[in-house]
């Protein structure tokens, strides 16, 4: 069964930083792209940033570039997502999605190429 986990989300003011995590299991961690996206309450989910299987490419959105990283430790099979800078704009639900992948370079940005998703955890910032 696989399970995507994340936490680390919270209340932060405005230019403080937080780090996610989302812990995978029942899966081989290798294989799969994954991604950040998030939901703002009354808003479409959207993309914030994908990492290929490999972990050697990754893509952000353009509100995540410069402010944002994404990364992975596929020996624990967990993919963080480490923000700075961060706006009241960057309030929302962040859910983290494993997509499985032929090509370990590939990395996937839109939410239907995604075959998991994990719970989501509440990212607070205030002004």
């Known amino acids: 069964q696989v399970q995507l986990v994340e936490s680390g989300g919270g209340l932060v003011p405005a230019g403080g930083s937080l780090r996610l995590s989302c812990a995978t299991s029942?899966?081989?961690?290798?294989?799969?792209?994954m991604g950040w996206f998030r939901q703002a309450p009354g808003k479409e989910r959207e993309f914030v940033a994908g990492?290929?299987?490999?972990?050697?490419?990754?893509s952000y959105s353009d509100s995540a570039k410069g402010r944002f990283s994404i990364s992975r430790d596929n020996a624990k099979m967990t993919v963080y997502l480490q923000m700075n800078s961060l706006k009241p704009e960057d309030t929302a639900v962040y859910y983290c999605?494993?997509?499985?992948?032929?090509?370990?370079?590939?990395?996937?940005?839109?939410?239907?190429?995604?075959?998991?998703w994990g719970q989501g955890t509440q990212v607070t910032v205030s002004s």
């Open positions: 029942g899966l081989i961690f290798s294989s799969y792209g």
């Open positions: 999605a494993a997509d499985y992948g032929v090509r370990s370079s590939y990395v996937p940005v839109h939410s239907g190429e995604y075959d998991y």
């Open positions: 990492i290929s299987g490999s972990g050697d490419y990754t």
